[in-house]
């Protein structure tokens, strides 16, 4: 028997606030334990809970960008369980109301498209972090994220695989960064993903009993995890067991999932209105407001490079992964670049270079007009390919355009003909060997003799030239 899998993801995103969601505490990351937090956040009795308003901008921010319908009326409620880290006993959520519902999000695995719709977007307040390496036979709790603003993001099962499952994660990373709503860094627990999974024979519509899988927090965590918890379903079903709701946990380590507690239904959580705070009341106004202001989103932004710049589609995905690599190579094309030119420059050397910094592009001191400025030079002849890449090295290190460094590193390229011919004899006479050799057939020693000559030109001779004199003298 053949089974399918069916997947809906719930993906936590911590939005970019000065201030968490109740209170004026901080959202910094990496802050001393404890030191972000208040009477309200830390639940002491007699408190009450304000609303932050950008909050509620940013998810009705993302509501429109993932083709939500914005409720007019919203509310908070009240989700009810405990867990140290959990200082109040609930957890300030939306369930009945949220702000957004019915959108979805479009992605691309293998060649083919498919629309992944959306339950819902409400907002919640985090809560705290348990923390127990190092501590023994202790555990401590921090609670400097508690009550920090959180997006929850809900699919609909449609997803088929693991692929899948970790194309829509990135989609919606991009999408969130875009639009300025968060930084989705996951190895910090700004963006993170639980899926609920089950399986089913194929051709079925009843859906099969689901596990909740927690802990994945990266793309090849989360591929990895659900391909394992598919096949340990389907193993299971077919050796006559049943499968159990419940959650489990991810462990990259052994590179299996575990059981951690029993599933908990919505019941469980005795949802109830929350008696603070008022409902949330959004105008038709505000929302146009919101829309008037979104910037140009991710699928636009690609379309556009490939109908304007005749991208390939892999080249615009690269492109248009991180708005700012996008706005990098747009200011250079409009610069003078060449697109295809800028693109490889950007894939090849520009992030070599910031990876092995562990920078972004934001902050490298190579700009799109110093880019623009060393192509010219190259398209001029002044500079060989080879000589460009020390050129544009040194421009990503000190910030200075590549004419100047040419200049004073003297790395202008030599493209006078007696010249260039004076060394390739010099080479040609101290190679009687190869050249005998190349003479009877052996194309490849041509690479030899143009490294030497390249050697002894330290980069400089222009390889056209170079190329031309040495056919010429070896084929006669």
């Known amino acids: 028997m053949q089974y399918e899998a069916v997947i809906g993801l719930e993906i936590h995103a911590q939005l970019l606030t000065e201030s968490k969601m109740f209170c004026g505490c901080p959202t910094k990351f ?16 007699g408190v009450l809970p304000v609303m932050n308003r950008k909050a509620i901008e940013y998810v009705i921010r993302t509501g429109i960008a993932l083709n ?20 109040k006993g609930y957890q300030i959520s939306q369930y009945e109301l949220p702000l957004c519902e019915r959108g979805f999000v479009e992605i691309t695995v293998s ?8 339950t819902r977007i409400h907002l919640e307040e985090d809560a705290g972090k348990n923390i127990h390496e190092g501590a023994g036979n202790e555990s401590f709790v921090d609670l400097n994220r508690a009550g920090t603003p959180l997006m929850e993001i809900v699919s609909e099962p449609d ?3 693991p692929q899948e499952a970790a194309e829509f994660v990135k989609k919606l990373r991009t ?32 859906l099969g009993t689901k596990t909740e899988i927690k802990n994945m927090n990266s793309f090849r965590f989360i591929e990895k995890a659900l391909d394992y918890e598919i096949r340990r379903q389907i193993k299971m079903l077919k050796e006559g067991d049943r499968v159990i709701q419940e959650t489990r946990l991810w462990d990259p380590n052994r590179g299996v999932t575990e059981s951690m507690r029993s599933k908990e239904e919505a019941h469980d959580y005795r949802y109830f209105p929350d008696p603070d705070l008022m409902p949330v009341e959004v105008e038709q106004s505000w929302i146009d407001e919101i829309t008037a202001g979104m910037v140009e989103l991710p699928d636009v932004t690609r379309h556009r490079f490939i109908e304007k710049y005749s991208l390939s589609g892999d080249d ?3 492109i248009v992964s991180e708005r700012v690599t996008a706005a990098w190579f747009e200011e250079a094309v409009n610069h003078g670049g060449d697109p295809k030119n800028v693109i490889n420059w950007i894939k090849g050397d520009l992030m070599k ?10 902050g490298c001191l190579l700009t799109p007009r110093h880019l623009v400025g060393m192509l010219g030079l190259l398209d001029k002849g002044t500079i060989s390919g080879k ?83 040495l056919k010429k003298k070896l084929l006669g």
């Not at 989705?184 to 009843?206: F, H, I, K, W, Y």
């Open 111 to 118: 060649g083919d498209t498919r629309r992944i719709g959306l």
């Open 68 to 87: 939500c319908g914005i409720a007019p009326h919203s509310r908070f409620a009240r989700k009810n369980y405990f867990y140290p880290d959990l200082p």
């Open 316 to 318: 615009a995905d690269f």
């Open 353 to 362: 270079l910031l990876n092995e910094d562990n920078r972004q592009i934001e």
């Open 175 to 206: 999408v969130v960064r875009y639009i300025g709503v968060c930084d989705g860094n996951m190895e910090e627990g700004s963006l993170r993903c639980d899926a609920n999974v089950s399986v089913r024979p194929a051709g079925q519509t009843e």
């Open 159 to 161: 997803i088929r695989s």
């Open 30 to 45: 990496g802050s001393e334990p404890n030191t972000q937090t208040c009477p309200v956040c830390i639940g002491m009795p």
């Open 387 to 469: 000589i460009a890449k020390t050129v544009f090295e040194e421009m990503y290190k000190t910030g200075k355009d590549a004419e100047a460094i040419v200049k004073e590193k003297g790395l202008v390229q030599m493209s006078d003909e007696t010249g260039i011919e004076a060394i390739v004899d010099e080479v040609l006479s101290k190679s009687p060997q190869e050249v005998e050799r190349f003479r009877a057939g052996d194309a490849k020693l041509m690479g030899f003799f143009v490294g030497q000559i390249m050697k002894l030109t330290k980069g400089k001779a222009n390889p056209k030239i170079v190329n031309e004199l």
